[in-house]
């Protein structure tokens, strides 16, 4: 089933269009989500909310608008109502700020596969580039604690050194590797942190 015809049986209630189009989107969306929102269970309940929204909305749609970037929009509004109602002090105004267009184009580009790669795809091999560009110290420390998932004390034991030098590894590693990656991508800042978290 193509884009128009899915779209078409969606707006006239055709479960098994409705069916289709979650199989198809669910796992990018609920990908997306959590790097705003890196709760699984959180961001579960934020992206069912978003097709709970369409399916209820589905005869408004208009026959030229893409219901993947309407789904997509709706959850980036869920998600920035959610951290604005936690009250995280994630800086979710910096990226508010932003003139809206950029930020739909980029969620647009993102979610309907205008580009070989999605975003997310391509800050994760951003991210993996600028860990090889740190000082091997640094690099080693990040990777055991990110990568391998070793607690701060074991990494300081393994490799010799205390646990306030491996947090400042860790710390300068992240600011290190943010710096580099908000120069390329000003959009993402608010992404960016979520990732290095």
């Not at 097709?51 to 959850?75: A, C, D, G, H, I």
């Not at 184009?105 to 975003?119: N, Q």
Request: glycine share 4%; with cysteine.
């Amino acid at each position: 089933m193509n884009k128009d015809e899915r779209h078409r049986k969606l707006v006239l209630g055709d479960t098994e269009a409705f069916e289709g189009l979650f199989k198809l989107t669910h796992p990018r969306m609920l990908s997306y989500c959590r790097l705003f929102v890196p709760d699984y269970h959180v961001a579960a309940d934020l992206v069912q909310e978003c097709y709970l929204k369409l399916w209820e909305k589905r005869e408004t749609l208009k026959p030229n608008q893409s219901v993947e970037s309407y789904l997509f929009v709706m959850l980036r509004n869920r998600c920035f109502n959610f951290l604005r109602d936690k009250k995280l002090e994630y800086a979710v105004d910096d990226v508010l700020s932003l003139p809206e267009i950029d930020m739909q184009h980029l969620f647009e580009l993102d979610f309907t596969g205008l580009e070989g790669k999605s975003i997310e795809e391509e800050l994760i091999d951003a991210i993996k580039q600028e860990i090889e560009n740190l000082p091997e110290k640094r690099k080693l420390v990040f990777v055991k604690s990110k990568l391998e998932g070793l607690k701060n004390k074991e990494i300081a034991e393994l490799l010799g050194i205390s646990t306030k030098a491996v947090e400042k590894h860790l710390y300068e590693a992240k600011l290190q590797i943010k710096s580099a990656l908000v120069h390329k991508y000003p959009l993402l800042t608010l992404l960016i942190s979520f990732i290095l978290k």
